[in-house]
Structures are given as structure tokens and as C-alpha cells.
């Protein structure tokens, strides 16, 4: 089935841009979401449709998708940003909705 | 205001059965594809299984490992989704999230705050 890979952490300061790898063949012809999840707290969806934003998500977050690599970038990082983050996609191929293995992000 | 309710987790024995449910709110529950996602403890998140509206046809999918073990079922007129689980192993062990399909089907808009279900014996 298909795999995705994603950098195991981050660490970015604060005011400054991170940037959130996710890996997978020819990625760039699928639809990539991405969800924040901090401690204790069940997963948000920060971007969907490569690079659409929910209602309430902060103009910070974005994302792009191309070739084989989608990135999410978070600009002007605050402290509140400090989570894991996880890439997903629908596989048509194996009916499957497949999520990357997931970045921490650590604001130093 | 969308919400997702799980009940229904907790400990069971390897080999026993759990059924869990979500409640609804805040949105056309019976037009939206509704998934369950779950997490081991320290690990990342895994799709358990999927099921579309009823005019859809109101079938479902489920991840591979899990086919013939785990059941998904919706009754649109309680806006309750259900995830019958058999057999369970000690893997089994995690979080288990609900969610709602909205903007689009191939990703997950909303989750609950997700039910434990422990299995150990």
C-alpha cells in the first residue's frame, strides 16, 4: 500500500518559518491533509486540498504539493504551534486512508 | 457547533468484544461519510475503517488488518455511529477517534476527543 514519510521532529524557533516534509510517489497527483495534534488533545485538521485552510486555522499555516513531496510551512512560529504533525492521503489503489508517520515540532 | 461524543471503550480481554459509539451533533449527520481513526499509546494515528451516506449506497471500507474483526455501522435516524470490534487483540489497544467526513471525503474535517479501549488480560 502506500507509504508516506515525514522527518520524525522539527525544532524552529519562535518568529521564525517551519517547514513539514511528507514524502510518497508521485504525491504531488494526490490530495494531501494535514492535521496538528498537541498532548492529550485529538487531531485538527490545519490544511486540506494541499493547501486550503479550515475555518479558524490562522493565515500562519500553509501548504503546497508537488512531484514527490507536499510541504506545510507555518510562518512567524509561536509557542502554541509546539505539536506533532501528520500528513494524510486517500489511496484509490488500496482504498485506503493513509497517514504519514508524523513530525514533533519543538519551539526552542 | 460540530461535536463528536464516543463512549463505549474500556478494558476487555484478548478474544472479547467492544462496541463503540459516537454521537453526532452540529451538522447533517446522514450527508456525511463518517470514519474511525485510531491511536496506539506513543504512536501515530491509523485508519480503522470508513462508511458513506446512505445515498452512496452506505457501504463501507475498512484497513486491511482489521478486515472481518471490525464492524462499522450508522443509524442516521440517532446521528450515532457505531464500531463493533471482535476478536480483539493486545495491538488493538489505542484511542479511538470518530470523525466526519465534510469538505471532503478523502480527508477528516472533524473528531471527537476519542474513547480508550484497552485489551489485556
Known amino acids: 500500500s502506500y507509504v508516506l514519510t515525514q522527518p520524525p521532529s522539527v525544532s524552529v524557533a519562535p518568529g521564525k518559518t517551519a517547514r513539514i516534509t511528507c514524502g510518497g510517489i508521485?504525491?504531488?497527483?494526490?490530495?494531501v491533509h494535514w492535521y496538528q495534534q498537541k498532548p492529550g488533545q485529538a487531531p485538527v485538521l490545519v490544511i486540506y486540498?494541499?493547501?486550503d485552510r479550515p475555518s479558524g486555522i490562522p493565515e500562519r499555516f500553509s501548504g503546497s504539493n508537488s512531484g514527490n513531496t507536499a510541504t506545510l510551512t507555518i510562518s512567524r512560529v509561536e509557542a502554541g504551534d509546539e505539536a506533532g504533525y501528520y500528513c494524510?492521503?486517500?489511496?484509490?489503489?488500496?482504498?485506503?486512508?493513509?497517514f504519514g508517520p508524523g513530525t514533533k515540532v519543538t519551539v526552542l | 457547533e460540530v461535536q463528536l461524543v464516543e463512549s463505549g471503550g474500556g478494558l476487555v480481554k484478548p478474544g472479547g468484544s467492544l462496541r463503540l459509539s459516537c454521537a453526532a451533533s452540529?451538522?447533517?449527520?446522514?450527508?456525511?461519510?463518517m470514519s474511525w481513526v485510531r491511536q496506539a499509546p506513543g504512536k501515530g494515528l491509523e485508519w480503522v475503517g470508513r462508511?458513506?451516506?446512505?445515498?452512496?449506497?452506505?457501504?463501507?471500507d475498512y484497513a486491511a488488518p482489521l478486515k472481518g474483526r471490525f464492524t462499522i455501522s450508522r443509524d442516521d435516524s440517532k446521528n450515532t455511529l457505531y464500531l463493533q470490534m471482535n476478536s480483539l487483540k493486545i495491538d488493538d489497544t489505542a484511542v479511538y477517534y470518530c470523525t466526519a467526513l465534510v469538505a471532503t471525503v478523502n480527508g477528516f474535517d472533524f473528531w471527537g476527543q476519542g474513547t480508550l479501549v484497552t485489551v489485556s488480560s
Open positions: 508521485h504525491i504531488g497527483s494526490k490530495n
Open positions: 494524510q492521503v486517500w489511496d484509490s489503489s488500496s482504498v485506503h486512508y493513509v
Open positions: 486540498y494541499d493547501g
Open positions: 452540529g451538522f447533517t449527520f446522514s450527508n456525511a461519510w
Open positions: 462508511v458513506k451516506i446512505n445515498t452512496d449506497g452506505g457501504t463501507t
